[in-house]
């Protein structure tokens, strides 16, 4: 029943019923913020990644059957490049390094949703021999292939500028009609892509509104280094916060998860990776730069919480 449903929503996406998403006003720790809620760009095609694979879904690739990427068996890339594979007639061959036995046991999450739309998922750490992924894949996998399309981890690729600079024309032209100057848009990043083109474009045109980010991916150095391996200008990057205390991609922290559960009161729900670690530094930001005004981007993600909430309520309880 539930991949009929998928199957029936799919038939009714077109690049045109991808609008632009509204922007919502909250109140959280006493301070004003502005959402953008790219969440809501569609119910299976939306956030970040959708934006960064919108240039795939809007242009005609008449000889493409198959598309390949690469990254974690609960990425949100998965569901996004399933979703992607779906709306184009193409079959999706996603690689991992490694599959756990209870996921595949007990599916949820991207990687169910992405099963539930077709997607074939390949562990194949025993298969790399010292090799990195992309190593891996463009020596074995792609290699004198045909008919493939090949996305890097995460959507870090030059084709991302095309949506993302459809996400900075509509905050420009937001801000141009509620007369917000000197906006300051945040979003937390792991291979910056999104951040970067944003901050791109408004350099471009020239404008007031400064992108602001942090690593949740590595660290400051690792963010400075995707950035110079799609741009070399550097005048054009994101602000970068570094945050006060190192944290560990994908760890569970409990200020993560207590800051989540005071974002739900806001009305909005967000996803339990990216999301804690950008709302502390964004708050660390706004109690330092009070008057600033701020846009905060919901990049979407939220099928991770079902992997990531039972994680956090076995560690800490409900707080």
């Not at 095309?162 to 917000?180: F, H, P, T």
């Not at 939220?302 to 909430?309: A, D, F, K, Q, V």
Request: charged fraction near 20%; include cysteine; hydrophobic fraction near 40%.
């Amino acid at each position: 029943m539930m991949a009929r449903k998928i199957c029936l929503l799919f038939m009714l996406i077109t690049p045109s019923l991808l609008a632009q998403t509204p922007v919502q006003h909250i109140e959280f720790d006493g301070y004003d913020f502005y959402v953008k809620r790219d969440d809501l760009l569609h119910p299976e095609f939306s956030g970040n990644k959708a934006r960064k694979f919108r240039y795939f879904l809007d242009h005609d690739f008449p000889d493409i059957q198959l598309l390949i990427g690469y990254g974690s068996a609960q990425a949100n890339s998965l569901y996004s490049m399933a979703a992607l594979a779906k709306l184009k007639g193409w079959q999706l061959h996603f690689y991992v390094d490694h599959l756990p036995q209870w996921l595949v046991q007990r599916p949820l999450g991207n990687y169910r949703a992405a099963r539930l739309l077709g997607a074939e998922i390949l562990a194949v750490a025993n298969q790399l021999s010292g090799l990195s992924m992309e190593q891996y894949l463009a020596q074995q996998v792609l290699a004198g292939t045909t008919n493939t399309l090949f996305v890097p981890e995460g959507g870090r690729c030059r084709a991302a500028e095309y949506g993302v600079r459809l996400l900075a024309q509509e905050i420009q032209q937001w801000s141009e009609q509620q007369k917000v100057e000197g906006l300051k848009v945040f979003l937390p990043s792991g291979t910056g892509t999104t951040a970067l083109y944003l901050a791109k474009y408004f350099h471009e045109i020239n404008s007031d509104i400064e992108v602001l980010t942090c690593a949740v991916v590595g660290g400051d150095h690792y963010l400075l280094q995707q950035f110079a391996g799609l741009s070399d200008d550097r005048r054009c990057y994101p602000s970068v916060i570094t945050p006060t205390k190192k944290y560990h991609f994908g760890k569970l922290y409990r200020e993560f998860y207590q800051i989540w559960q005071q974002l739900n009161k806001t009305g909005i729900t967000f996803e339990l990776l990216y999301d804690p670690l950008g709302w502390l530094m964004l708050l660390n930001y706004k109690r330092q730069h009070p008057q600033r005004p701020i846009m905060y981007i919901h990049q979407g993600g939220l099928l991770g919480n079902e992997s990531m909430l039972p994680r956090y309520v076995r560690k800490y309880g409900e707080c």
